[in-house]
């Protein structure tokens, strides 16, 4: 284990060496692991609320709590499932008061980037996400975006079975739907 | 045709770029940690103070003639203590409680999302 926390030295350790100096309170080996999994983190975030600012902000929260319960954490290699936990927590979190499990309208409002009339509004996987609804959106992103079965789903958001199948085929549907009238308006 | 989608689906969840500017988040999230700890460190800071006074009024609560001579409001004090410590006292102090203990979040808050 590394000791002492020198940028350089940092830079080089391992994740596991770095998490281990992290959970004895060393602040730079934290600010190094938030170097190493911001890229992630914000991405996810980003997959599931849709919406940039908030999902900096909330992958800030993420890593302000994962810094104060850094030192429970089991095992320096659990770090990063650990990390995913707390940050799909904090979305959960700000999501609550909204019915996470309602189905939604098939056609909601148009989209602000698309909704304009202008032919070159861009309409991408993000933009797409943006229109699902809160539940399609988590569902989807984690299935697809992180690879989770739809039981680590079902255990990471509380939400039935029956309710996760459906939101992620809905929003499959949904997202298909999205992309193709996109693709033939480029064509 | 939905594999082929399905697979399409997770390619491009994949190339998904990553948020740019890392270094300016991890100076906010930095500033953000060091507003965290500030807070916290200045809300321990309080409460021992307000823990020390609450004791040392209760060891050095002047009474009698001392009370009378410096004008310590004793019916006043004595309709406090006794307030507080009446069951209603220590259910409004209990409710004012728990409210600080969620709000402040100081032992975390549970996550689990009811449905």
């Known amino acids: ?187 | 045709m939905n594999s082929d989608f399905d697979m399409d689906l997770k390619g491009m969840f994949a190339e998904m770029p990553e948020p740019g500017d890392g270094e300016r988040f991890v100076e906010k999230t930095g500033a953000r940690i060091a507003r965290r700890r500030f807070g916290r460190r200045l809300l321990g800071i309080v409460l021992v103070i307000l823990t020390v006074l609450l004791i040392a009024a209760s060891i050095l609560r002047p009474t009698g003639l001392n009370a009378y001579l410096i004008g310590w409001p004793q019916t006043v004090a004595i309709r406090i203590s006794t307030a507080a410590l009446s069951p209603a006292g220590m259910a409004v102090g209990g409710w004012l409680g728990l409210l600080v203990f969620v709000k402040l979040r100081l032992f975390g808050r549970g996550f689990a999302l009811k449905n």
């Open chain 1, 1 to 187: 284990v590394i000791s002492g926390g020198s940028k350089n030295t940092l830079t080089a350790a391992t994740e596991a060496a770095v998490v281990g100096l992290a959970m004895t309170g060393d602040d730079r080996a934290f600010e190094e692991l938030v170097r190493r999994r911001q890229g992630a983190i914000r991405k996810l975030m980003l997959q599931l609320c849709g919406d940039r600012v908030l999902a900096d902000d909330y992958a800030q929260e993420a890593f302000v709590l994962a810094w104060r319960k850094i030192h429970a954490l089991r095992s320096p290699a659990a770090f990063g499932g650990w990390l995913k936990r707390i940050a799909i927590n904090i979305h959960l979190q700000h999501v609550r008061r909204t019915d996470l499990a309602a189905p939604t309208d098939d056609e909601p409002a148009a989209h602000p980037a698309t909704g304009s009339g202008n032919p070159a509004a861009r309409m991408d996987l993000e933009s797409a996400l943006a229109r699902l609804s809160s539940g399609e959106r988590l569902c989807v992103a984690l299935s697809y975006g992180q690879g989770m079965s739809h039981g680590e789903i079902c255990e990471a958001t509380k939400l039935p079975l029956g309710t996760v199948k459906s939101h992620i085929s809905r929003g499959c549907a949904r997202l298909r739907r999205y992309l193709s009238a996109y693709e033939e308006q480029r064509e």
